[in-house]
């Protein structure tokens, strides 16, 4: 699986085949383009470094900012003026964009600083990224989890140069620049050196270690050397007093001179940042190899984790690489909160949770338990410390106040966790923290309206109700899980019986028909509110085009017109934004397992493809890329509420290590999927040779391992269709008599 990611997947704008069928009547709203970056991460780590451009969103690339249609292009090619830290992965709009210590090799003077130079012969595999500038100089990096390693192959030249700006961050686009608040840089000795900046409240602390040892070293203001200076202390900076400032190694370069730059990082001061560089790469002066290899063994560890089966290199490469961008974000990062004096575990870049909260996270719950449970002690954590369970958590002070997308959606991911019983976690402690967290925000609306705008926030809120009375339940609160039974109900107040539709609100992105098809706790009851299986189903056949024609997809600057007509249509979003990435599966909760096998068919071998421009739109922190790893693997999470749909897998076997427990996927009548070709359905299915008459399993099941063996066929059965072997719906939380019983 190592060798077939390859992280420039997304870099550019979506260029895939020309859908056919059902794929080519969705409508792509977002912006064409995976937004991905292929710089070194490591796994879930603190860290990622890439050739910095000032593009939008990640500082790599070559694009403006955009929000629908084709992206505009910054750059006609790939350039770079340095290289940076702490990239987003595949997001959008999200204001905090990072990119702090750039590090530019130059042969040119200082005054130079900022110039961009083509990027040329770039190379990445996880945890390495390369390039060589037009310079002539080779750049490498790779990266630990609290740490990067350059290492740049200077040409011969008299004066060449190495130069660290701590003044630069954010995006080379209007408004994208980001300011700090307060900043320090220290000389220690020769080839070690350290500081500080501030930015949004965050202290980000950075000691720096250089083996140019025959070179001179200075620090720099406004682009002017400070010969003999050792200290630079800024208290109060504002975007008019900024001057760019930092540390710069120059001396002369013997042909194929290599200088190692190393970097150690921390958010609690320069001592740990020492401390976390020694940590990760020891105590030097070399350790590119050393920590790229180490880097590399992490990730073959994680992306081992899945195995699949297929003739198809290419589609060995996309697999593969979907699970690499599903293991780059949340960034965890224990014992480095600046914001409470305790260690533990604490976590940022929580970037998109509206999104991957519904498939990533179930991913890393599933793959890498242990870390899931760091996640979630880290959002309770937050939540402790400062007031909230956040919706977006990034480096900067606070949990993000923005929450129009989405409320509740950490209450899903704990809920998983409590009911497959992981250690680790002290329910008592959640239950408080969710409870509250239910009444901020929107959910004041909710207890006192019944309902909450936009109309999707009365969803979310009451199945946070519902996955918090699984944790009441847990803990034996009998008093709050009967509470809760009514409130959970609460999400019928969105629809309106006469449409079966969402009521008319606003909407963060998309529209009702996107959010209409959520896989509510209560199916049963949310197809009976639609009018019975067969207006539901018709429901869902006109959202996914069934019979309808191509549509056009927007371009370069779409108008205001175009949009809205797109939006009119009411139609999937084909994965080119997530609020409706779980509606494939509603139709197996109609017994219509087959309409699932359609969608899903076309969505994987349509949407998802090789080369630059190999995404429909925005990998949004992995939440995409985790959706293209669970469909393809026939199996599908309902967020929260333990159970996993079953559907034909695009594979003809393939293996999950499921917390030390290996889940093996098996087929018979097995084809090779071709895009525009045929569907294959499921016609039946045995758990360790038991017949398996329903479509879908528990948490507690996948989480157990065993053989799952699936019988494929051209043409569907009976397989899941019967009321019976349905996925399960929860009419409420279970009353306190139940749990009685239970007891």
Known sequence: MFERVDPFIGTEVTDLPQPSGLAATWWWPKPQVGNTHPGAAYPLGMVSACAYSGAYPTGYGRYELSTEGVPRTMHDRQVASGFTHFQQSGTGAIRKYYNYFRVTPMLEPLDALGTLWDVEDEEAEPGWYAATLSSGIRCEVTVGPKSAVHRYTFPAHRNARLVIDLSLGGLAIPYGSTIPLRAHLQSLGPGVAEGEIVMEGAPLAVHLECDADQWRQMLWYDRRLMPGGTRLDFDYIRPTTLRPFGLMWAGPAEPGQVVELRLGFSLRGKEQARENLYRDCGPGPHSFAARREATARSWREHLGTIAVDTPSPERETVFSTALYHSLLKPCLARGESPFWPTGGPFAFDISTMWDIYRTQLPLLTTLVPDRAVELAEALLHICEEEGNLPIGYRMSRGADQFSRQGSALAHTFLADLCQLGLPGMDWEWALVHMHNDLRRMYGEDFLLRGEAHPISHTLDLAFGYWCTAKIAAQVGDRALVAEFAGLAQQWRNAFDPSTGLLKDSTFYEGGRWNYSFRLVHDMAARIALAGGDERFVGLLDRFFGVGAGPVTQPGVRPTAEEMARGYALGRFEGLNNEPDMEAPWAYQYAGRPDRTADIVHAAVHHQFGTGRGGLPGNDDSGGLSSWYVWASLGLFPVAGQNVFLLNAPSFREARIDVGGNALEIATTG?????????????????????????????????????????????????WGTALAHRPPSSPGPTPPAEMSRAR
């Open 670 to 718: 097995f084809v090779e999927p071709e895009p525009g070709g045929p569907a294959q359905y499921v016609r039946s299915a045995r758990l360790d040779g038991v017949p398996l008459e329903r479509s879908w399993l528990s948490g507690n099941e996948l989480h157990a391992g065993g053989t799952l063996l699936l019988e494929l066929a051209a043409t569907p059965s009976d």
